[in-house]
């Protein structure tokens, strides 16, 4: 089952920040915090991951939260193209290695 | 970057036969590979955990003799729907794990007839 909850859906600005919260209060200490995205018809592009210390790319800035139970992904400057599915997903540690349990995602609009 | 490829990308069959979908990582290789299936206006699940050289781990609920997988090298894994029905029409998607990055192919859309 997938450890992380998500808003199913968000509306954002053409070229303002877009901040998509998620909720993963079950998570161990030592598992990773990953967001992808899926354009329709598309495989899983990835955008960004994190343990515990925020991060940031070309992409995105990763905010998590100290006790780890929650993180936001943040567009800094949204435009059309960034319209998706965004998943957050917990890596979970198993036995014989990770795996990514996909939840159910945000869609996120960008409108202009 | 690293790069998955899928192939193919469409595929139509008929009821009762066999589908393989190929999944190979271009530029790295893969001791694990993850098969999905996700199905319209749904989130991706997970099917099974394929790494090299070792059997798959499939996740409850899905069938071992349906779907089976090979992963006989570090740049190649395969899912065979074997036997497909109507219901089994699905987007199938593989990812390959590189050093805890995590590359996914572009799918295969599967429609049974």
């Known amino acids: 089952d997938a450890k992380t909850t998500q808003p199913p859906s968000m509306d954002c600005a053409e070229g303002r920040a877009a901040n998509l919260p998620c909720n993963h209060s079950?998570?161990?200490?030592?598992?990773?915090v990953y967001w992808y995205r899926q354009i329709h018809s598309q495989g899983p592009q990835y955008i960004i991951h994190g343990l515990k210390n925020n991060e940031t790319n070309e992409m995105a800035s990763l905010i998590i939260t100290e006790d780890r139970k929650s993180s936001t992904l943040i567009l800094p400057h949204a435009t059309l193209r960034d319209t998706a599915v965004y998943y957050c997903i917990v890596r979970v540690i198993m036995e014989y290695g990770n795996k990514l349990v996909f939840g159910a995602g945000t869609i996120l609009r960008v409108k202009s | 970057g690293a790069v998955v490829s899928q192939h193919p990308s469409r595929v139509i069959c008929k009821s009762g036969t066999s589908v393989k979908i190929e999944c190979r990582s271009l530029?790295?290789?893969?001791?694990?590979m993850f098969w999905y299936r996700q199905f319209p206006k749904q989130s991706l699940m997970l099917m099974a955990t394929?790494?090299?050289?070792?059997?798959?781990?499939?996740e409850q609920g899905v069938e071992k003799d349906k779907f089976l997988i090979n992963h006989a090298s570090l740049t190649l894994s395969t899912l065979t729907v074997t036997s497909a029905h109507p219901e089994d029409s699905s987007f199938y998607i593989c990812?390959?794990?590189?050093?805890?990055?995590?590359?996914f192919g572009s799918g295969t859309r599967l429609t049974v007839v």
């Open positions: 394929s790494n090299e050289g070792s059997k798959a781990t499939y």
């Open positions: 079950t998570i161990s200490g030592n598992e990773y």
């Open positions: 530029d790295f290789q893969a001791t694990t």
């Open positions: 990812s390959a794990d590189s050093l805890g990055s995590y590359t």
